[in-house]
Structure formats: C-alpha cells, structure tokens
C-alpha cells in the first residue's frame, strides 16, 4: 500500500535512479510475492468452503498477479538496463491488473456468499467493489506511471488483502464455517 509514495514529486528528490529502482524491487516485487503467497494460504484453509467460483477467481488472480509480478520484473531490468521504461513490460502490468480486478471480483462473490466471518465478509466485499474500482479510477484519471496510476492499482488491493490477512491469521489453521449449512 505504501509503493504509489515512491512516485511523489519529493520521493524523485530524495532517491537516487539507484534507490528508485531498489524501491521498485522492494515495494512491488516483494509486496507481489506476499500476496501470492497470501493467495496460496486463502486457499489452503477456505477452498471447501467458497466453492468452485472461489477456486476460479483465486487461480485467475493468481495467474494476473504472476502475470503483473513478470512485467514489473522485466520493467525493473530492463530500466535498470537502459534508463527507459518499456512500453511492453508496462502493458504486462496492466494487463495483469486488468485480468486480477476479475479474479478479484470472483473471489469476492465467493467469499461474500458463502463464509460467516465478518472480517472475510469485509474483505470479500473489497475484494469484489474496490478493486475493479481502482484500475477504472486510473483509466478514468487518465493517469500514466504517476501516484494516482499506482494508488489506483495498488490501494484498493492493499486494503483488501489487510483484511484478509488479518482474518487469515486469526483463522490459525481453522477452516470457517459455511454461511449456509
């Protein structure tokens, strides 16, 4: 949630081409492994419980986020290489966002409609509103590798996945029980 900081007017100051690309490595490769890796947990303690739309939506978010996680990897070499963003690596990432606000929707909707949890309830309906809301919110803005680009594509998602997060780890391994028995 913190990565769209790094493309404020005074962060260009303070970061040399260096510490910007570090920064990119750190706040947007890591951060894209932590949610795969949270993608993976989701489904580990909840997948007979949302069903087959939840499996679906995961494996497509998964994917997108693989997706996204090899545009920006190849953005990251390939400025760290020539200083110059790539205008394929930049479609890779949008287009991984555009199929992951999919997958989130789906995953949402199974989430919303099937577990009892209210903190997965909450993350559901990020899941399925905010999220194919922040990549509309970029295209509507006109917005083009600046703070809103990566506000618009990285908050909602954070947000969600906080919450999910923190639902996931007072789950300890339990799985929830089904909204409808």
Do not use: Q
């Not at 490769?29 to 909840?46: D, E, M, P, Y």
């Not at 760290?80 to 479609?91: F, K």
């Amino acid at each position: 949630m913190l990565f769209p900081l790094g493309e404020l007017p005074s962060a260009h100051v303070v970061l040399t081409p260096k510490g910007s690309l570090a920064y990119f490595g750190l706040g947007y490769l890591c951060a894209t492994l932590l949610l795969l890796i949270g993608l993976r947990g989701l489904h580990a303690i909840h997948r007979r419980n949302y069903g087959w739309l939840g499996s679906v939506g995961l494996f497509v978010s998964f994917a997108a986020l693989v997706v996204a996680f090899a545009g920006g990897t190849f953005e990251m070499l390939d400025m760290a290489s020539t200083n110059i963003a790539s205008t394929v690596a930049y479609l890779t990432l949008i287009v991984g966002f555009a199929i992951l606000a999919w997958g989130s929707a789906l995953l949402g909707f199974a989430i919303t409609g099937t577990l009892r949890d209210p903190l997965l309830y909450l993350g559901g309906m990020l899941l399925t509103i905010a999220v194919p809301l922040g990549p509309l919110f970029v295209f509507v803005t006109g917005a083009a590798w600046d703070f809103e680009f990566w506000a618009g594509l990285t908050v909602p998602y954070g947000v969600a996945w906080m919450v999910l997060g923190y639902a996931l780890s007072k789950a300890k391994g339990r799985a929830t029980r089904p909204r409808f028995s």
